[in-house]
């Protein structure tokens, strides 16, 4: 059995194949791609394949998908390619006959109005419509979106964003990464979508969560859209980027990025972290670096 990984230097990517590592997946068995090699090389010499993938160019991916019996699809970053990225490496991975394509998509796709929802739905109709066997993992919000703020929000005393009183079923990347590893080498999941989610919380419930891990006042701050993405802007997010999460809190606050699905917990055979959880396990190592 041959396991592709797309964005093997990535977040994501790379904790599935460290996951896949983990349950005892024999090296050899692995392939983690990326654009740079030199990312990586860790990964090599553990004895797991790597190969160049480049989105951009599509006569690397042939060789990089060669022979897998399972594709996990890892969608880009680049917001305005995204679709073009998935539709190249999902015709590339039918050309070489990869067996099962594995897509990590995001929460409500088919249903979401959020400008990131657009490109998801998209590549979802068009594996679909591939012949390929597929299997359709939808995402939910990251919580590291939220403890990646950590020190801003301890700075200023406040979490910023434009998301109302709206729900948002966030969930860890590790927690996503271990569905990702239950779907690519167990059977059963050929055709189904799964809705992943965690523990559903607003943002004021979570500044109060905050307020409680750190022991200082923390107040949420809701912003109008331009606001929040100037904010996102100027704190060194990309433009495009920065607008795109400020309208992903505008779909929070239409409950796109909600679902009580218990599909993730079923997945990993256990609950998600909880979003106080998270935020302790971000908060020591804070205090650890230090």
Not at 18 to 45: E, F, H, S
Not at 229 to 250: C, H, K, N, R
């Amino acid at each position: 059995m041959s396991i592709v990984i797309t964005g093997a230097s990535g977040h994501l990517g790379r904790l599935v194949v460290d996951q896949l590592l983990a349950a005892g997946t024999p090296p050899a068995q692995i392939v983690a791609t990326g654009r740079d090699l030199d990312k990586l090389a860790d990964l090599a010499g553990k004895g797991v394949t790597v190969r160049r993938a480049d989105f951009a160019d599509p006569a690397t991916l042939d060789d990089a998908f060669a022979g897998a019996d399972a594709l996990l699809l890892v969608s880009t970053t680049t917001v305005g390619d995204r679709f073009d990225n998935a539709r190249t490496a999902i015709d590339a991975a039918v050309r070489v006959g990869v067996s099962r394509i594995v897509y990590t998509s995001m929460v409500n796709a088919s249903t979401a109005k959020m400008t990131l929802a657009e490109a998801h739905n998209r590549t979802e109709d068009h594996l679909k419509q591939s012949g390929a066997a597929y299997t359709i993992l939808r995402n939910g919000w990251y919580l590291e979106n939220y403890t990646d703020q950590l020190p801003i929000i301890r700075q200023y005393h406040a979490l910023m964003g434009s998301a109302g009183d709206g729900r948002v079923s966030a969930a860890s990347r590790e927690d996503l990464a271990a569905a990702a590893v239950v779907v690519l080498t167990q059977d059963g999941h050929v055709g189904a979508t799964y809705e992943l989610g965690g523990t559903p919380f607003t943002m004021t419930e979570l500044a109060a969560t905050v307020s409680d891990v750190l022991g200082t006042p923390i107040a949420y701050r809701d912003l109008p859209i331009p606001d929040y993405t100037g904010a996102l802007a100027g704190a060194g997010l990309p433009s495009e980027m920065a607008a795109a999460v400020a309208d992903a809190d505008a779909g929070l606050a239409r409950g796109e990025l909600f679902t009580d699905s218990e599909d993730l917990a079923k997945l990993i055979g256990r609950p998600a972290i909880t979003p106080r959880a998270a935020f302790e396990n971000a908060a020591a190592a804070v205090e650890e670096s230090r």
